[in-house]
Each structure stands twice: as C-alpha cells, then as structure tokens.
C-alpha cells in the first residue's frame, strides 16, 4: 500500500544527480491519505534533498492547541499560541522527527483528533500566513521535497517539479485506517475514517484561503489502482524530465 514505511534498510543516498536538483524545490500536494508523506520521503532519498513536512507542522500545532485547551474556532487564541510556539524536523532514515517546542511528538501526530485538528486550524488565514512563512525559511535555500495541500500554489509558486497526487476516496480512507494504532484501530470501523477524510476533503477543498486545488503546471498523478513501486516510479520520472536529468 502507499502508506507503508519506507524500509530502513535502503541503500544510502547518493549525491544529486545534478546542480539542478541538488537546488530543486519538488512540491506534492494532494488529499489526505493520498500517500504524499511517503512518496515524498522516496524522492528525498532518491534525488538526496530535504523532506519537509508540511502536514506534520500542522499536526503539530493542532496536537499544541488540543492539549492548551484552545478551540479550533477560536482564531485569536490559536494566533497568539503561534507566537509561542516552536516546530521543526529532524531528518532521520526512516523519516523525520517532529520537534514541538522542544519534544518529539512524532508518534502522537496520527491521532484522529489531531488530523482532523490540523484541517481545522489550517483554514484560518492567519494561522496558514504564520506557517506559510516558517514553510518558506525552512527551503528558502531549495534542496527539497514538500509536500502538502497549497504548496506548489502558495508555499513555492515557483518550484521546479509540481505532483498532484490524488486517489479515491475510499482508498485513501482505508490506507489511513491501516496507518492507525491497533489500540485505536479496533475501536472504530473503517467507514468512520473514509466518512471523515470526506469531510476533511470538503474543507480543504473550499475554504476561503488557499483551498486544495492542482497547481496550473502541475502533473496530475492518480494512484487509485497503482502499487508503490508504480506510484514511486512514476514520480520519480516525473522529477527526471522537469529537470532535465
């Protein structure tokens, strides 16, 4: 499935293939559970550039407003927890680490709770300014893959390779459910989590600021009846012939 964990026995990174790509930006965007965190961390290692997590920085602010207290709703107290707040990624070989104001929060990020969290705080405009902004520090220097819902439309309008990857929603719905804790897993049903990856989709795809859409030059990739190996050579390809490797 695409959502499996990329296997820590892979061979080391090589060295870029080129000036072009050791400088790229590579942008994925796409739904929940389309399999962008792990298709992502494939071309990181491939092409020996930068993961950035865009989703996993919101997770982590959600997983920040959940245990404060804070609702979702409650925009001038999300912004003001912002101005307090300390996210970043730690590279390691089987993915990152999310740091949250010190803390390794990496295993908490998958909780129903804190998925929906993010979709929720990420549809107020000044919660998406403040970490469009933390988004653009962390690559403003290029040399990296991120993925995310706006980022090859607001993050990094110009990046070198744009993928849409999509998938439907039924299937991204069962590969989320099988990326849950067991503990978690048995006591909800599958359809529970298709049902909220529904509404989640319909509220990244219409709010006000920013909403899921495929960049104009982008490259649509569906993965709805693809394997990895498919999907990750696909897009491997697709990042060979936009820079000219």
């Known amino acids: 499935m695409i959502a499996e964990q990329m296997n820590s026995a892979m061979p080391a990174i090589a060295p870029c293939h080129a000036i072009s790509a050791c400088r790229a930006i590579?942008?994925?965007?796409?739904?929940?559970?389309?399999?962008?965190?792990?298709?992502?961390?494939?071309?990181?290692?491939?092409?020996?550039?930068?993961?950035?997590?865009?989703?996993?920085?919101?997770?982590?602010?959600?997983?920040?407003?959940?245990?404060?207290?804070?609702?979702?709703?409650?925009?001038?107290?999300?912004?003001?927890?912002?101005?307090?707040?300390?996210?970043?990624?730690?590279?390691?070989?089987?993915?990152?680490?999310?740091?949250?104001?010190?803390?390794?929060?990496?295993t908490q990020l998958r909780e129903l709770a804190v998925t929906d969290g993010a979709s929720r705080v990420s549809v107020h405009p000044q919660i998406r300014a403040w970490m469009v902004d933390l988004q653009q520090k962390l690559g403003a220097q290029g040399g990296v893959v991120m993925e995310g819902r706006d980022i090859g439309t607001v993050v990094f309008p110009h990046a070198d390779v744009k993928i849409f990857l999509d998938a439907a929603p039924e299937v991204r719905g069962l590969r989320r459910y099988e990326q849950l804790d067991p503990a978690v897993a048995v006591e909800i049903q599958p359809e529970e989590v298709v049902d909220e990856l529904r509404a989640r989709d319909e509220r990244d795809r219409n709010r006000a600021d920013s909403p899921l859409k495929p960049a104009a030059d982008a490259v649509l990739l569906d993965s709805t009846h693809m394997t990895l190996d498919e999907v990750v050579a696909r897009a491997e390809a697709i990042v060979v012939e936009k820079l000219n490797l």
């Not at 919101?58 to 920040?64: D, G, I, S």
């Open 26 to 106: 590579i942008a994925i965007d796409g739904p929940a559970g389309a399999g962008k965190s792990t298709i992502a961390r494939h071309l990181a290692r491939s092409f020996n550039l930068l993961n950035l997590e865009s989703g996993a920085m919101y997770r982590a602010f959600a997983l920040k407003a959940l245990a404060s207290g804070i609702g979702f709703e409650d925009v001038a107290a999300l912004q003001a927890l912002s101005l307090e707040t300390g996210i970043h990624l730690e590279p390691t070989a089987t993915g990152n680490r999310v740091i949250l104001d010190g803390a390794d929060v990496t």
